[in-house]
């Protein structure tokens, strides 16, 4: 279930993972987070200082940062930033549910990030 | 999907870097089947800012060059702020010189290759492009 409607938490609990500069992939499943299902949608909050970037996939990933070019689109990565201090809410699909790993890496150390599972925007 | 869902990313995501103080605008074009992983181009842009400074940027068919609308001009390029993240349906126009008002507008059907134009005020300003379905 989603919808155009504010973001609702899931009675579940939230997880936070700390990223680092070397990829790293963790697999969640349902009783990490208290639930019995999954819910459509994830809210996610770096709390870090710097860029946090994170995949979600149905299996563990090594991630890469993309990498810029200068007239060209550079290195494009399997990875979406997460900016310091600003929440993102992302969709999952249930091929990503069947098995749900989420890598992140970052450009520095103990770069913290929170995930709360929920639907809606 | 419906598009009220919240985003999904369905794409690699690349980085648009906007360099230079000269305000010198760049054209970074993406050819979807072999740079993005995939086939068919997703509906929505989610783009985020990751520089200090306010970028402008337009998504067309053709390259153009980005203009910021100062002082009354007019341009195709919208602003977004450092640190905010924004979905849009694209491409926005043709972009093509003298393509003005011609449509191409979101929604066309079929677009294999893109460009994403850029200016920015700062140096090395860059943004984050990602293809998929949904909102913010």
Redesign the interface.
């Known amino acids: 279930m989603a919808g155009n409607f504010p973001f609702t938490p899931s009675p579940g609990f939230s997880i936070g993972f700390t990223a680092g500069t070397s990829s790293q992939s963790r697999q969640v499943k349902q009783s990490d987070i208290g639930l019995n299902y999954w819910p459509s949608q994830v809210r996610l909050f770096n709390t870090g200082t710097v860029l946090v970037w994170i995949y979600f996939a149905a299996q563990p990933t090594a991630i890469t940062i993309p990498i810029p070019g200068t007239n060209t689109v550079g290195t494009p990565g399997q990875c979406v930033p997460l900016v310091p201090g600003i929440l993102e809410v992302f969709s999952l699909s249930n091929f990503q549910l069947a098995n749900l790993w989420i890598s992140d890496i970052s450009t520095a150390t103990s770069q913290n990030y929170y995930l709360t599972f929920g639907e809606g925007l | 999907?419906?598009s009220?869902?919240?985003?999904?990313?369905q794409?690699?995501?690349?980085?648009?870097?906007t360099?230079g103080t000269t305000l010198t605008p760049?054209?970074?074009?993406?050819t979807f089947p072999t740079?993005?992983?995939i086939q068919i181009p997703p509906p929505v842009a989610?783009v985020?800012n990751?520089s200090a400074g306010v970028v402008w940027f337009s998504i067309t068919i053709g390259a153009r060059t980005a203009a910021i609308p100062a002082g009354g001009a007019t341009s195709f390029e919208v602003p977004i702020q450092p640190?905010?993240?924004l979905t849009f349906r694209y491409p926005w126009a043709q972009g093509g010189a003298g393509s003005e008002g011609t449509g191409g507008g979101p929604g066309v059907q079929g677009v294999a290759a893109l460009n994403i134009n850029t200016i920015a005020v700062g140096t090395s300003a860059?943004l984050?492009v990602?293809f998929g379905?949904?909102?913010?």
Not at chain 2, 133 to 136: H, P, R
């Open positions: 999907m419906a009220f869902d919240a985003f999904l990313p794409s690699l995501t690349i980085l648009v870097v360099s760049l054209s970074q074009p993406i740079l993005m992983g989610w985020s990751l640190n905010q993240t860059q984050a990602t379905e949904g909102k913010f």
